[in-house]
């Protein structure tokens, strides 16, 4: 099976795992800073808080920008799930704004729409996560000006996306947002196994992230209630959860950040050999807006059924069952059964229906050869010329 995904492992990463299994610390020492400070200097961001997933620290990220109860959070319908959860888990309620048909992503026109309802109904959004979808970014500069018309916060799940650039600079800056996120699970582009980032400019917020990543404990003497009786002591100022990346973690993200580079202009120079290699076949290539330079986590087609001899699922599964991983990302968010029960209907976004049923992750990685590119496509060619099994 050649894989839609998968992390390399150099022996470079495992010495440096090593290394720290012989240390001192194997949860909270010198790597975990260190690594945050890697990542920060990369992307040019002020602070990086370090958590055990993308998930957690969206969670945090929705703590520290006050979302409760009451209050609203929008993303988009075509993501993982956990854009969208991250609300819930605060007590808010959750609403989508549909897809740009090009680049999947959000789409500024959409939201401006429901940005001019919401206004005149009461019910503006207090949270708007963004969701950078394969690694290129969502035009940023225009939804940052929407912000500051309607007053919500951004948060860029930009899972997808590091070592992308957004305007010639690397997404994660915050430029046009109050928080980015990045994930470092298996598939993505660098990997800790488990583990995830928050990236911020604003003091406040990176003190908030760093309480809620750790249980609400603080040690500084300027945010007890009173002075400390001792240097062993702490206080817990606010409810907060054990979020925090082990020594472990980091130390695999230090070394496989000295590759990030490299991983993501082989992911380029691959999609660019995609784009030429399917030419010719009933298949949509994923479209790239000259604003944004894309990780390229996933290469997603579009199948054009008109013209296709097989459905989507007919495809997906004789492409499986020839060693080819292909997957699907994803299945829009308000069709899943959780926010089903919330009242929302599939169609209420049709054009995250439409990319839905079209849509396949083809396999891409940086450890994927030509050759096996080429056996990709030669399988996916051969595949949508057979007849369909009726």
């Known amino acids: 099976m050649i894989p839609y995904g998968r992390q390399e492992i150099t022996q470079a990463d495992i010495d440096a795992v090593v290394e720290v299994l012989q240390s001192d610390f194997l949860t909270q020492g010198p790597k975990v800073p260190q690594f945050e400070q890697n990542v920060a200097a990369k992307v040019g961001a002020r ?21 409760g109860k009451g209050d609203l ?4 319908p075509v993501t993982f799930v956990a854009s969208a959860n991250c609300g819930v888990y605060c007590g808010a309620e959750v609403d989508f704004v549909d897809i740009d048909p090009r680049t999947y992503n959000l789409s500024p026109d959409e939201l401006e729409a429901k940005l001019v309802i919401a206004e005149r109904e009461g019910k503006l959004p207090k949270i708007l996560v963004v969701v950078h979808l394969s690694g290129q970014s969502c035009d940023m500069e225009t939804i940052n000006a929407l912000s500051k018309r309607y007053g919500f916060k951004i948060i860029e799940d930009a899972s997808h996306a590091i070592g992308g ?3 010639d600079e690397y ?7 109050d928080i980015t ?4 699970h298996p598939v993505k582009i660098v990997t800790t196994a488990e583990g995830g980032m928050a990236l911020t400019n604003d003091d406040d917020l990176a003190e908030k992230m760093n309480l809620h990543r750790s249980h609400g404990i603080t040690r500084k003497p300027d945010l007890m209630t009173h002075k400390p009786e001792g240097s062993w002591y702490y206080q817990q100022i606010e409810l907060g959860y054990n979020y925090r990346m082990t020594e472990l973690q980091a130390a695999l993200g230090i070394s496989q950040m000295k590759r990030l580079d490299a991983y993501v202009t082989r992911r380029q120079d691959l999609a660019n ?20 330079y894309s990780a390229f986590h996933l290469y997603v087609i579009r199948l054009q059924s008109e013209k296709a001899k097989l459905t989507r699922c007919q495809l997906f599964e004789r492409l499986r069952e020839q060693g080819i991983g292909v997957n699907i990302h994803y299945i829009p968010v308000h069709t899943q059964p959780y926010y089903q029960k919330m009242g929302f209907k599939p169609e209420s976004y049709p054009k995250s229906m439409d990319y839905y049923s079209e849509a396949i992750s083809l396999p891409l990685h940086q450890s994927l050869t030509d050759a096996e590119q080429d056996q990709v496509i030669d399988t996916l060619r051969a595949t949508l010329e057979l007849e369909p099994v009726r």
């Open 171 to 177: 997404v994660g800056n915050c430029r046009y947002s």
């Open 181 to 184: 996120v990045f994930s470092f």
């Open 73 to 76: 959070l929008w993303t988009t």
């Open 47 to 67: 602070y990086a808080l370090a958590v055990n997933s993308a998930t957690s620290a969206l969670h945090i990220a929705c703590m520290a920008l006050g979302l």
């Open 273 to 292: 050999r995609y784009d030429v290699l399917l030419q010719g076949l009933p298949v949509t290539s994923p479209w790239q807006h000259p604003d944004s």
């Open 165 to 167: 650039k957004y305007k």
